[in-house]
């Protein structure tokens, strides 16, 4: 995840594991470890040793980070201890298993049978993973407004703010929000925020806070109107509907005047604790992603048969495009269930006739049934169509984002956070219908899609950048600006001697947080919510 590192706790427990001691049951301990390349793997955390037990409930629960832009691979194996030793080498296996913890999140529940080694089960054994967010996922929505604020300015009314400062564990005030100005007013009132409630006050209810009214000045020497302390519980009382109100006290003026009361009075207007979900949530929830691959065959690539050719097979079977498709598809599989994937062709003519340029079509030939089972069915499909087609142009992208955006139209109207899209697009980069594709990626925006381009080849991809929107935001031909980014584009050439994980880590990494937007946008949660994280 792009702007926070999550962590994931996984819990532990098995059926039937074999017996390896004489006269009573095994003694079990998990260990969990993960890849960390070409066959080595790390420990990353092992359960405690369950006694005499053949079928165990870890309590220990495994941590560990979790990143959805890569293929995290993870082995769980299971020993039987009789020694007092660290060192797993001087104990029974009793058996293991290999997954990726994206099959477990987006499972939430999974379990399998253990193997001795590949294709040897470890008797009837079987294994039982569950994952869970190690988060609190809750928010704080406050509204605020003041009454008679001392006035600062010789000319005018104070420019009013409040900053609200946590204590932190060392006793010193962290900085937690920050409000608008309001110009020219002693009576303000400030604009609804929300900060995530673990950011606000650690999550602790009557930890500390203070808050700062101050007059903004444009160089920087703000004047202190007046500060109150506080705590969320006491914010809380404004829900009830029971007036919240604190009275502003400059310290100075208070010292010199007896008579001093207060600079004014800030009151809670509003305060609501409310559920922030996060991408885990919507993916253990039983949010499905549905990937689809759009293939640029336009004359721009050359002739597959010539090795200059971008679509020319390399001895070892692989050139960019499927380079490219192998490294994001290997991520997102995981979140697909059913692993059909539709996959689509453009800029080509076809067989029989080689008429005119087919701008979508499907890659298996079969237009009433375009899915292919798996990353490997689309290889497949790519592989047998290339002899087949006549490349052509020109190089139009809207009529299959049009097409994914019809099926994600669709879904929207389930009003459930139940299917999101990602549609990748591969391509030489020489675009021709920019403003229709313009126009496609702003309607788009309002559906559930994130769209992936990756550039092969060396071409210029001025055009990429402008609809990636990353400098400036995105509009439509009549001026119409993106609801929310959701094109992330990546030239292959900036990856292609990186490891293959690197441009899916790359092009992916935006991915959680436009799924996040898109369902916050439309105040829709989890499909199947998990239990409520506890209450301080």
């Not at 990546?490 to 292609?496: S, T």
């Not at 790359?506 to 959680?512: G, I, R, W």
């Amino acid at each position: 995840m792009a702007d926070c590192l999550t962590k994931v706790e996984l819990s532990i427990s098995c059926t039937d594991l074999l017996d390896k001691d004489v006269g009573s049951k095994s003694d079990p301990l998990c260990v969990l470890l993960q890849s960390s390349g070409s066959d080595t793997w790390t420990e990353l955390a092992r359960t405690e040793r369950v006694k005499n037990s053949s079928s165990p409930s870890f309590s220990q629960r495994l941590r560990l980070d979790y990143h959805f832009e890569t293929v995290q691979n993870l082995k769980l194996g299971v020993y039987d201890i009789d020694n007092s030793s660290a060192d797993l080498a001087d104990d029974d296996y009793l058996g293991g298993v290999e997954l990726t913890l994206g099959q477990i999140v987006s499972s939430k529940t999974i379990t399998r049978p253990l193997q001795l080694k590949k294709g040897k089960p470890a008797g009837k054994g079987s294994i039982t993973v569950t994952a869970e967010e190690v988060k609190d996922n809750r928010a704080i929505q406050l509204e605020f407004e003041a009454k008679n604020l001392d006035k600062k300015d010789t000319f005018g009314k104070s420019d009013p703010f409040l900053e609200f400062f946590k204590k932190g564990d060392d006793g010193k005030w962290q900085l937690v929000h920050r409000t608008e100005v309001v110009k020219n007013n002693l009576n303000p009132t400030w604009k609804k925020f929300s900060v995530p409630l673990q950011t606000f006050c650690s999550s602790d209810l009557d930890r500390p806070l203070k808050v700062d009214c101050s007059d903004y000045d444009s160089d920087g020497t703000h004047d202190l109107i007046g500060s109150f302390s506080t705590t969320v519980s006491e914010l809380q009382k404004a829900a009830s509907g029971a007036p919240v109100s604190f009275d502003c006290i400059h310290p100075e003026k208070q010292k010199k005047k007896k008579s001093y009361k207060n600079s004014g009075v800030v009151s809670v207007k509003s305060c609501e604790l409310l559920t922030q979900f996060s991408f885990l949530d919507y993916m253990m929830g039983g949010c499905q992603i549905n990937f689809t691959v759009g293939i640029d065959f336009t004359g721009s690539n050359g002739d597959p048969r010539s090795p200059n050719s971008l679509h020319y097979m390399s001895p070892d079977g692989l050139n960019q495009y499927l380079s490219a498709l192998w490294s994001v598809g290997n991520v997102v599989r995981d979140y697909d269930t059913d692993k059909l994937f539709p996959a689509f062709g453009f800029g080509a003519k076809l067989p029989p006739d080689y008429q005119a340029a087919n701008h979508e079509f499907a890659l298996n030939f079969n237009p009433n049934n375009p899915y292919c089972r798996g990353i490997e069915g689309i290889v497949e499909a790519y592989r047998m169509v290339i002899p087949q087609l006549r490349l052509s142009g020109p190089t139009n992208f809207s009529p299959i984002i049009n097409h994914v955006a019809s099926l994600a139209a669709q879904a929207a109207q389930s009003n459930s956070a139940s299917q999101y899209f990602v549609l990748l697009i591969l391509t030489d980069g020489e675009i021709t219908d920019l403003d229709q594709t313009r126009d496609a990626v702003v309607r788009a925006s309002r559906l559930p899609l994130s769209i992936i381009i990756v550039g092969v080849g060396p071409a210029d991809f001025k055009a990429m950048e402008l609809l990636d929107g990353d400098d400036g935001v995105l509009r439509s031909t009549v001026g119409e600006a993106v609801a929310r980014d959701i094109v992330q584009f990546v030239p292959f050439r900036q990856f292609k001697d990186a490891p293959q994980e690197a441009l899916a880590k790359s092009v992916l990494a935006e991915v959680p947080n436009q799924l996040v937007s898109y369902f916050k946008m439309r105040g829709l949660g989890p499909p199947k919510l998990a239990p409520a994280a506890p209450k301080s």
